[in-house]
């Protein structure tokens, strides 16, 4: 789903000057169980204003986000574990498949080393 009021569009856009996040949905990179993801130190969520979209800013690069990208990454604080995160992902989005679509996402934002 790529829609900003369902979850999960879990991807990025490519734009120039930017990176974006191999993999499709549904691409396999699960995430370990009882995981507390945080954004990777040198790492932040932004965003801008001009583009009106949600930006990864990375060293040297940066990512934008589309869709509920977003939306999931500012839950990774490092004191949510992984099912905490999709169970409130499923009270916000009754219907949706966060518990296929977010665990993979997450796994592949780690697999980057975007998500630590």
């Not at 991807?11 to 974006?20: A, C, H, I, K, Q």
């Not at 589309?66 to 169970?87: E, N, Q, T, Y």
């Not at 993979?104 to 697999?111: C, E, Q, V, W």
Request: glycine share 8%; proline share 12%.
């Amino acid at each position: 789903m790529t829609t900003a009021d369902t979850p999960p569009a879990l991807g990025t856009s490519p734009v120039p000057g930017t990176s974006p996040v191999p993999g499709a949905p549904g691409t396999s990179s699960a995430a370990p169980a009882g995981w507390r993801p945080a954004l990777a130190p040198a790492v932040s969520l932004r965003h801008d204003r001009v583009r009106d979209a949600d930006l990864l800013v990375l060293p040297e690069r940066v990512v934008v986000l589309r869709g509920s990208a977003a939306r999931i990454l500012r839950l990774c604080d490092g004191d949510r574990d992984l099912d905490a995160i999709v169970a409130e992902l499923m009270s916000r989005f009754p219907g949706a498949p966060v518990a296929e679509d977010v665990p993979a996402f997450l796994g592949r934002m780690r697999t980057e080393g975007w998500v630590r």
